[in-house]
């Protein structure tokens, strides 16, 4: 296809309306499914063909290796290979490279692949008393502080602006304190973490401006997908590739806005406009990936968020015909949900789903193991998202080898025989073994490869050369072939994703929004996280949720709060009074024993009868046993998470605030605590 008009025939007419606006400030606001990809891909390609681009001179951005391999792959496929389709840290890490040498002298310092080590020495100089998830709530906050531009000396007050005092237990003062130390410990090691990529970068094209001319010169179209997940850094970054020019397309989606919490923020899309009031806008409504019935659901579930729903979001218009209806289902307890729900996915197979379109959903990944027992009983398939790489698996790295010592003595054969061929002594076999476990997961990783030559085979008619080429850059850029299992994913792991056939599970009140989420901009956020599940669904979709955890449990869960006058009336909760104290107060009178974490309540009722002995007064009177089944079912990290626990009213809170987050972290309480914990509950009483 040659002829610029007509490679715009495969869009539609708000599609093509963006790929015809090849300059100028371009804000395209996208739904789930409406092909905004499609859009931009063929705007970059409609542009090369007409001559308003040169290749190489197009920088198109993204947030996952996966998109932007994804990006290059669709790019090709329109027959523009030469556009540079990367993430801001590849892109960043590429120029730092380049200019490093000439702008500061040397190799670039290693890259840490974690922060942990560093973060803990960082703790110990200060004589922070720390364990491995302290350790991990610091070394988010760090990285948040550094995608939000906050240096140490401003951290306490960006933390009280921003209401993020208390993390892991420790005061805005020493958190900045080990953010100045951390920093330390890099620079006696000479290494950089994955922030200060883009940071340095930053500070290169700031002070360099023969740097940055020589980068403006070489990328003078911009595009920057999924926008709303911007962060100030990535922002200031991108800012200085334009250098006062405007001519950038962006494109997002505020109802997609999920990453707040890690500094990323939707600003920069909602007020593009007002930035760039040359901007045009076009928004994309037409929902190509999802059956009426999940788009209904969608909208309808999105439009409750009222005044918290962004201007910029848009109502879906399904495209696709009519589908099954959505499922609604609720559970005894948590094992009856995922036997059910594995029973569903194995109909669901036999009826002619692959088990690579379908996908478990849930809210935090520990609700990961139910279900991947219970697909495992089931015989059928999985793959955990955020588990293992997967080129870094040894049977890949293996097969790799394998395929690339077969490059030259591939003949005549055909690319999909010829692999077969050679990925048949690496343990491949046209069906899936009757094993569970590492040898159906070695094979499910084998087989991906072969799907993947039989994709490139259809579609470019690549040889075996063609096939290892595109290994080699698959993985560089860790994108990895699809893998033909059941998905378990945590729904922040599915955003960009979407399969035949979704189960949201565990769609109650306490993860759905989860119990931490106290402000109602995190809960506007929780609302949105549902949203990004429904969108992922093609055409089966599921909502489930569990009366109780464990069997025999009271059946005190309720449906999610964001599916009132949504959810079948039978299950549908009692109304609730607004305000923080009222979401808190529901959320634990209707916990149970079930619901709390066992070590956590444990700990508790031993620390509470040893301040009762000491103030020689009944163990109810420190707190009730309702509150202490709260205090293990939310495990607080700090005062505020406390707070509105039932049951911590002002004064419990400052008698003994402190002791119970200690207890909760594990650690045990000092006698100063203690001590002034009893001397406030002698006030009390």
Known sequence: ??????????????????????????????????????????????????????????????????????????LRDLGVPGVQARTFHAAALRQLSYFWPSAIGGGVPRIMEHKAPLIGEAAGRLGMSVDRLAIRDLAAEVEWAKVSLVTADDYPRAAAASDRSGVAGFDPTTIARLLSVYEDAKTDRNVIDFEDVLL???????????????????????????????????????????????????????????????????????????????????????????????????????????????????????????GPAVRFVAHDDDESEAGAVAARAAELIRSGTPAGEIAVLYRTNAQSEAYEQALSRAGIGYLVRGGERFFSRKEVRDAVVLLRGAVRSQGETPLPEAVRDVLTSAGWAPEPPAARGAVRERWESLNALVQLADDLHTTRGADMGGLVAELTERAAAQHAPMVDGVTLASLHAAKGLEWDAVFLVGVSDGLLPISMAETEDAIAEERRLLYVGITRAREHLELSFSRSRNAGGRGSRRPSRFLDGIWPSDERPPRRRRGKAARAEALASSLTLEDADPEVFERLRVWRAATAQELDKPAFTVLHDSTLVAIAAARPTHMRQLAILRGIGPTKLEAYGAQILAVVRGDAPSQATAQGSVAGAEKEI
């Open 1 to 74: 296809m040659t002829d610029p008009d007509q490679l715009l025939e495969a869009l539609d007419p708000d599609q093509r309306t963006v790929a015809e606006q090849l300059t100028g400030p371009v804000c395209v606001l996208a739904g789930a499914g409406t092909g905004k990809t499609r859009a931009v891909t063929y705007r970059i390609a409609h542009g090369v063909r007409t001559g308003v681009y040169n290749p190489q001179t197009v920088l198109a951005v993204t947030f996952t290796a996966r998109a932007a391999g994804e990006m290059r792959t669709r």
């Open 200 to 322: 340095l970068t930053v500070g290169i094209l700031a002070e360099r401006e023969d740097v940055a001319d020589t980068v403006r010169r070489q990328y003078r179209h911009f595009v920057v997908d999924e926008f709303q997940d911007v962060s100030p850094l990535q922002h200031r970054l991108l800012e200085l590739w334009l250098g006062g020019r405007d001519d950038l397309c962006v494109v997002g989606d505020a109802a997609q806005t999920i990453y707040s919490f890690t500094g990323a923020t939707a600003r920069y899309l909602t007020e593009f406009s007002r930035r760039y009031p040359s901007a045009t806008v076009v928004r994309l409504v037409r929902d190509y990936r999802s059956t009426p019935q999940v788009v209904s659901l969608a909208n309808s579930m999105l439009a409750g968020a009222g005044r918290f729903r962004s201007s910029a979001s848009v109502d879906l218009q399904a495209q696709r015909p009519s």
